[in-house]
């Protein structure tokens, strides 16, 4: 059926909801590819379809209850705070924001999501106990301090401690009566911010738990908006890493067990090269990867594994930890890093630097050197450069006593 309807939705012509079917030949069953798209459906909405397929499946339509329309939240979404104040927040937190936060390196986010690899792990039992446990000890989510450990490895990928990155707002905390029953589009992703390089790993959780607050409040601004807010050039984006912290009664697929249908599989796409989902089961957590080549998302997942526990072990027994010292490698990674990657010892001449580069002007004399703005110089050219250097310091008082200028 994939190949029938194709990978790909086209976001120009409604509906944004396909639902393909096909006869299994020589037996009674039939198998169905639903297709939504998270523009118009979220995780709610599917089970909400799918109690509605249940219910006409067991003669009970009658007993649904009248359609909301979601209209009113659309009019709730964009009345309810002034443009002027999402403007406020967003150039407070984001304005001195100059250059995007791309883990790995990676600054497209205009992928098609097919040529994503995904990884799941799910968290040791002690390492989600310790994670419950430092979260009610200091009063604060599970989610919040999970939300720390992603700015770690995010900082940690992306060689910088002052990092941003999206996350997935639920976005129907404030969207009235009966939300939890309008299909449509609710969710929304905003930015976090948060420099691993200032204070400890308990003044992180609790820079991330106020900010968090904050940004609940701007839920429903764009995020175009805030992009525009901040000092990144319009043409760039402003992160390329994505966190979903979601609340999961089991399975992914939990939601959509009607009785008499089978789940064959469930899968998710996006554009973000770095997606990472947290789904919440109550008592532990399951980790989920999603991103591009070249990023490895078992390699992502050993970080995420590790920086939890060192960030809960030091909030624990060392609350004034600075976040950004805190280990995220394994030691298989960590003797890669420092000991098969620096393997590089080689026997050299017993020469100095000059006849070390002469003997290399000889060798290939036309081979490229030096490029630099544009300007490209062969070896020739460049100890022709260095002859003439050397010539005028001479000639100005240079010599082997550093006596230059006399």
Known sequence: ????????????????????????PGTTRWVALVQVHHLIQDHTAVDVLFAEVQAFLEGREGELAAPLPFRNFVAQARLGIPVAEHEAFFGGLLGDVMEPTAPFGIVAVRGDGTAVAESRAAVSEATAAAVREAA???????????????????????????????????????????????????????????????????????????????????????????????????????????????????????GMEVEGIEVLFAQERTNYPLTVSVDDTGDGFVFTVQCVDPID????????????????????????????????????????????????????????????????????????????????LTYRDLDDRTNR???????????PTGSYGR
């Open 297 to 376: 998302p078992d390699l992502v997942l050993s970080l995420l594994d590790i920086a939890t526990g060192r960030l809960v072990q030091a909030l624990d027994e060392a609350p004034g930890t600075p976040l950004h010292t805190l280990p995220v490698l394994d030691d298989t990674h960590l003797n890669h890093v420092l000991t098969r990657w620096n393997d590089t010892t080689r026997d050299t001449p017993n020469s100095a630097l000059p006849a070390l580069f002469e003997a290399q002007v000889a060798r290939t004399p036309d081979a490229t050197a030096l490029m630099s703005d544009g300007v490209e």
């Open 389 to 399: 250097l050397a010539r005028l310091l001479i000639e100005r008082g240079a010599g």
């Open 1 to 24: 059926l994939l190949a029938v309807c194709g990978s790909l939705m086209d976001i120009t012509t409604a509906p944004l909801v396909h639902v393909t079917v096909a006869e299994v």
């Open 136 to 254: 009610r000890r200091l009063g604060v989510s599970a989610a919040t301090v999970l939300h720390v450990m992603f700015a770690r490895v995010v900082a940690a990928v992306a060689g910088r401690e002052d990092v941003v990155f999206g996350t997935v707002l639920f976005g129907r905390m404030q969207a009235g009566a009966g939300a939890d029953r309008i299909p449509g589009l609710f969710i929304n992703t905003l930015p976090v911010r948060l420099d691993t390089g200032r204070g400890g790993v308990l003044d992180a959780v609790r820079s991330m738990q106020g900010d968090l607050a904050e940004l609940l409040v701007h839920e429903h601004a764009p995020l175009a908006l805030a992009q525009r807010m901040s000092g990144v050039a319009a043409e760039a984006p402003l992160f390329t890493a994505l966190f979903n912290y979601r609340h999961s009664v089991g399975a992914a697929d939990a």
